[in-house]
């Protein structure tokens, strides 16, 4: 460790309760500031981003996917959830970035040097869950509809569509973050490649139990598609732990 790292440890570890809040007040409203940002530009952007969460309806309903309101006030409501759901996604990179910056003075050089690489993997990999969910929302809602069999015809409430199609892009990307979690865990030397191996039935069941009991559409193409990457970022992680444990 360089001189100028010791001294930048020693500094962050000197730092008083006060200023620790007062770092942690100043990233809380750069990141509220962002969602806020995030959440106008998605009332603007409500038409495209609606034709948007719409295509896996309309795909599945052969392009029958009209969504009915029963009050006066579902309209503003709705177009607010879309809002605020755009701004949470459009926000997210600096929300990482002000957590980064935030446990940075903390961190040794060495764990500095891989802060960067996580968050823009992490990112990465929430994009990646998403776009899986709404792919599989088109084959979700099939099912859905014909369990129920022919004699019903699905008139959807756009809060309770737009609910589950969010629902389903955010599950499926937090559950994307599952193998950053685990190569986390082994640099930080909580857990070992070795001992993931060990567990690897274990861990299957418990990752297949979790995608039947946390898949909001509860169809069973979806649980699949949430349980098989997870499964394969599983053994991923063991063979990165592996690599960088030679």
Request: glycine share 6%; hydrophobic share 55%; proline share 5%.
């Amino acid at each position: 460790m360089t001189l100028k790292d010791r001294l930048s440890n020693s500094k962050a570890n000197t730092l008083t309760l006060t200023e620790h809040l007062g770092e942690l007040r100043k990233r809380l409203m750069v990141s509220i500031a962002a969602i806020l940002i995030g959440s106008i530009i998605g009332f603007t952007l409500y038409a495209p981003l609606l034709n948007f969460l719409l295509q896996p309806f309309c795909l599945a309903s052969h392009h029958h996917c009209s969504l009915y309101v029963t009050g006066p006030l579902d309209g503003i409501s709705v177009r607010l959830q879309i809002a605020c759901f755009a701004g949470l996604i459009f926000s997210s990179p600096v929300l990482l970035f002000e957590f980064w910056r935030f446990v940075t003075p903390g961190l040794k050089s060495k764990e500095r040097h891989y802060a960067i690489p996580f968050i823009v993997i992490s990112l990465l990999l929430f994009a990646l869950g998403a776009a899986i969910a709404y792919i599989t929302l088109e084959h979700a809602l099939s099912w859905l509809t014909a369990i129920g069999g022919p004699d019903l015809r699905p008139i959807y409430n756009p809060k309770q569509y737009l609910s589950l199609v969010m629902w389903m892009m955010v599950i499926f990307g937090a559950a994307f973050e599952f193998p950053v979690i685990l190569v986390a865990l082994e640099f930080l030397r909580v857990v070992t490649w070795r001992q993931l191996l060990h567990w690897w039935r274990w861990a299957v069941i418990a990752i297949t139990l979790a995608s039947a009991i946390f898949t909001p559409s509860s169809d069973p193409f979806s649980m699949l598609m949430l349980m098989i990457p997870l499964v394969v970022f599983y053994f991923v992680a063991i063979g990165i732990g592996w690599l960088f444990r030679r």
